[in-house]
Each structure stands twice: as C-alpha cells, then as structure tokens.
C-alpha cells in the first residue's frame, strides 16, 4: 500500500516538474535573469570601445543621488502617484454610485465612463494634444470664450505635468469604476432597507455602510493605482517628451531615455533597481493587507 | 428635496460621462473635417474623408495592423500554452517545492516587463529575436497573472470528474486536455480579451525591440506618424487615432457586457 502512494507521489512530482518546466523556463528568461542581471550590470561602468566595463560597486547609485535630475524626477513621479491615486479613486467610487443608481441614461453613462480604459495610452495622448495644443486646442478656444489668454499647457513647466495627470486620470478612473461597480452589487438590500427603516440619509449610509464594505476593493484599486503610477508614461512619448526642462519627466522614462537616447545602461540598470525595491514594497503591502478580507463580518 | 438631490446628481453624471467621451467626440469630428473647420468648431461645415486618405497614404497601415494583429495572437497562443500548464500544476498536483515555486511566479507581479526593459532588450538581442514579432511578444507569454487565474479557475474543477476520467483510462495530459479545459472556457474567454486589449495598446516595449516598419505595431507606428517632426496636422492625427483604435473600440461597444465581465474576473482574485 505504502508502495502504491509513494509511486503516485513521485509521479504527481515528476508530472509537477515537468508540466512546470516550460513556463519556468519562460519566466527565468524574462524576469529572473533580467532582475539579477541588471543588479549585476549596476554594480559596473559602461562598456565602451576605449574602456572595457569595471566594477565599481556602488558608485552608479551615487551618481543617481547626486544627479539633481534624478531627483527632480523622482519628484515629480511621487507628485503624479500622489495626485493620480486618490483622485482616480475618488473618481472612480463616484462613477460607481452613479452608474449603480437608478439614473437616466445609465447605459450611455457606464459605457463613456469605461471607454478611456480600451483605448491605447499612444491614442489617448493624441486626443489629448488636440485638447492642449495652444491657441487651437479645446482648452484655449473655451478659454478664449471667457477672454482668457492662450495658454501652453504642454510647454511651461507648471502646468506639463499636470496635463500628464489628467490624460492619466481620465485613462484609468474608467476600469477602476468597474471594480467598485462589481462589489457594489454584492451589497445585500436589506442593508439599505435597514438604514432607511433607522432613518439614516444617504449621505450617512454611504459613508457608514457601503465605504466601509468596499474596503477591500479599495486597497485592491489602490495596489493597481500604485503599480500604474510607474508604468503609465506612454503619453511622455507625444504630450511632452518629460519637457519642458525636465518638469514633467517620470522615473520610466528616464530609465529609457538612460538607456536608449544616452546609451548608459549601468545607471538605468541602476534606476531600474530602486524602482523594483518600491514594487516589492507595494507588493509587501499588498500581501499583509489585501489578505484580510473579512475586517468587517 | 430628495428628488431635487436625485435630479442633481442625474445631471452631474450626465455631465462626467460627456466629459469623460469628450476627447474622443472632439477626435471625431477634427477627423471628418479639414484643419481651419475642424479648430472653428464650425457646426455647418461640410464633413470629409480627405484626412482618412492623406493619413492612410502617410503610412503602411495595412501592415502595422497585421503586425498588431499577428503579436496578438502570438502572444495568446504563447499565454495559453504556458499558463494552461503551469497553472494546473499549482492547482491539482502535490510535490515538494511547489509552494516555493508558486511564491517565485507571484513575485513576478510585480517584476513588470516594463521596469526590466534594458536587460529584456539584451536578451532578446542575444536570442536573435530583436525587431522580430516573435521578441516582442515572448517576456509576456508566462504571465505570472495568467498561471495565477488559470490555476483558481482548475481548483473549482471538482476532483469527481477528475477522478472518473482517470478510471476511463485518461492519463493526466489527456485528463488537462478533456477535463479541465473545456470546464475553464469562461476562464479563456475574459483571459483573452484582456490579453489581446493590453497587448493591442502595448507601446513602450515595442518601440523598444522593433526597428522597421516590416514588425512595428500600430501604437508605435502611430506615434511615428503623429511625431511633431513630421509636421501633420490636428485633422490628419485625429484620423490616423481614430482609425488605429476603431477595430478595438467597435468590438468593446459591440461586446461590451463580455469585455467589463472579462476584466472584473481579471481583476477580482
């Protein structure tokens, strides 16, 4: 008997590994290698034609710290996590409510909320610069309307930034709504019976009632809100290049632009490692918390 | 004063929404007219086609779109290959060392191919797959998401049917093969709808390993095209926008049920 299960152990075992091998191989070629190696490439100079690469240890990451640019973009990165994640959020629950309540137009309404998120970051900046661009652009001619002056959203370095924000809200508070929208419906009736029966406003049963269940959901959103923020710079790419002087730059970007227009690969390498250390953060959080479903049975 | 509060609040999402389509209308429209009758706003202009020629003839579409067309099979086909393995492995089979191997794949959640873009570049350069279809779709074929829901959609397959097919004789490929896929077909379907709209507006990795015009993706072809160097106007990039996002965004309104159920069982783990 002990024979017969220590056959099927080794070959559920054998089966396991071999089933696994493909993918395995995939994801260590890919995502593995690539982490290790780009640790490993960090710790060097560049490779050049005159001088051949040599270890430096840390020396790249003190580059970056005293790169007054790499701190500049790593403000302005933290300011765009800043305002794109709550205000998405906050967006996103609204839309949630709305399209979940018993409005006119509740069709038209959940599809043009959702829209923004099937279209490609590439197509959405170009809607956008026909929004921006100075004196023909939407944004001038409803100024021009009140007698406002032409403005350069795209081009002076106080508002860049802030046109990268909103093209990003608007592309991403669409699919966090479907989120809310999900759990909204898993509210049960009497929960709303109860509070109209205790006579509690709406204003009152939202907050007290259906915020607190959509918790979870909430910290779910805010991992993907948190995972965006670093990924979504597409729209650099058309809107403004990370100019004017900087101002509108993003981390990913400049890994990029390090990587592919300077040819400097060690610091990349070495951006690209911070950059991993605050997703393995999110992902710490994301594990000591979205785990804990069930804070309010 | 309850009713005048549900009036209100009608309004302000009618208004969002319009806000919200706003950009895309406003694309719309610059398409269907010339440049001066486009940024007049000019309500009685006459509506033309001309930006749709001069943009298709700017540009070897045709082939751009093939190109997105093809990755995106590429890519699934790749996905369902692995994740359909792996994903079974971690939901039915028991082994030493398989929980650690399970916590390895999750951390690739967040090791995203976007942040490992130089090393990715080196390696797919030193497999010989730079500006091949083939080099931009593989650092995405083993999503660690997609072993992730296939392996929640295997585990709700109950071990009965599992059972049975073993005593018909079914050895476990052919049992994965007649049992658990064909159960996990919903699985499949929101799988592949989110793969192929992350995958069809895909950029930064493209531009990335592509050099020509032979393997370039739309997304990318599109920012070429629409590059202020080039000096197109507002009408003609409407154009080329609207006509590189109308094959998906026709599908979203058509299929838009499936596509936000897709996403949610996505998204809900």
Redesign the interface.
Known sequence: MSNHVNLERRRQAIYGWLLLSPAALMLSIFAFYPSVATFWSSLFTRNTRRKPSEFIGTENYADLFADPTFWLVVKNNLFYAGITIPVSIAIALAMALWANSKIPLRGFVRTAYFTPTVLPMIAAANLWLFFYTPGLGVLDQIGSLFGLPSVNWLGQPETALWAIIIVTIWKEAGFFMIFYLAALQTIPEDLKEAADIEGASRWTYTRRIVLPLLMPTTLFIMVNAMINSVKLIDHLFILTKGGPSDASKLILYYIWEMAFAFFDAPHAAAMTILVLAVLCIVAAIQFLYLDRRTHYQ | MKRL?HYI??A???L???I?????L??FW?AFHTTSDA?N?NIMSAWTLDNFRTAWDGAPWLRYFMNTFLLVTIVLIGQF???T??G??FAK????G?NL?FI??L?????????????????VSRLGLFDTLFGVG??Y??S?FG?FLMRQSFKSVPIELHEAARIEGCG?LGILWRVYVPLAKPTYLAYALVSV?TH?????WP??VTNSPETRP??VG??IF?APENGVD?SI??A??IM??AP??IA??VF?RQ??QA??RA??K
Do not use: D
């Open positions: 509060s609040e009608s302000a999402a009618i969002l929404a319009l919200w389509i706003s950009p895309l406003f694309a610059a940024v706003f290959f692995f994740t393995l792996a079974f492995v089979l028991e082994f030493p398989k191997v390895l794949v951390m690739q959640l967040f090791i995203l191919p976007e942040v490992l873009i130089v090393e990715n570049y080196a390696m593989m650092p074929m083993a660690a072993i476990l709209s069809w507006n895909n950029f930064l531009l990335i739309l997304t599109l920012s629409g507002i990039i409407s080329a926008t590189s996002v998906l965004l979203f309104l838009q596509f936000v996403f949610l998204g809900i």
